[in-house]
């Protein structure tokens, strides 16, 4: 998707989001309050929700208003703030701990989401393309959970690894062997 779809309220309402959740898809805000940050009113705040709702920028969690970031909304509103708008997250590496961290988890977002914009242009044979595939539902599943297991996460992005040596990407090869630091 492009950022020029969005109108500008939309655009600032995905800005404000990014910056009130700091890009991590698990904090749940108030569409309200944002809204009300951008002086909007309750109405408007709704439709403009709704409407990135339906771009899969934003989730809905509660129905009294309760709204998270995607990663797609995370990637989106660093492409509208522009350079800079990076934490440099994209090139840590998973701690040990058992879980995933807030910026471990916008990582992985991150390189999952830049790999399934790119599955189908890679040129993959079937059963490469489906092995790539189930892994990045696996991280999906990992990532969805309120415990995402980091051990799980990288033996996934180490699978992944092995794919993308065949396609030739080194940049997202290159996030991804920092990342689980090999």
Known sequence: MNPDEIDITGQQYLIQLFEQTKGDSTVQVSMYDIGDQLGLERDIASTVAQELMGY???????LSGGIGISADGSQMAR???????SSG????????????????????EQIASELKNQAGSLGLDFDTLTELMADLKTIDAQLGSSRP?????????RSVLTV???????????????????
């Open 56 to 62: 899969m920028l934003v989730e809905i969690r509660t």
């Open 79 to 85: 492409k509208l703030i522009g350079p800079g708008a």
């Open 89 to 108: 997250d994209e090139f840590s590496e998973l701690d040990e701990a058992p879980l995933l961290n807030s910026s471990g988890r916008q990582a992985v």
């Open 149 to 157: 297991k980091s051990a799980i996460i990288r033996e996934c992005l």
């Open 164 to 182: 993308c040596k065949n396609f030739g990407d080194n940049k997202i090869s290159d996030r991804i062997r920092t990342l689980v630091g090999s």
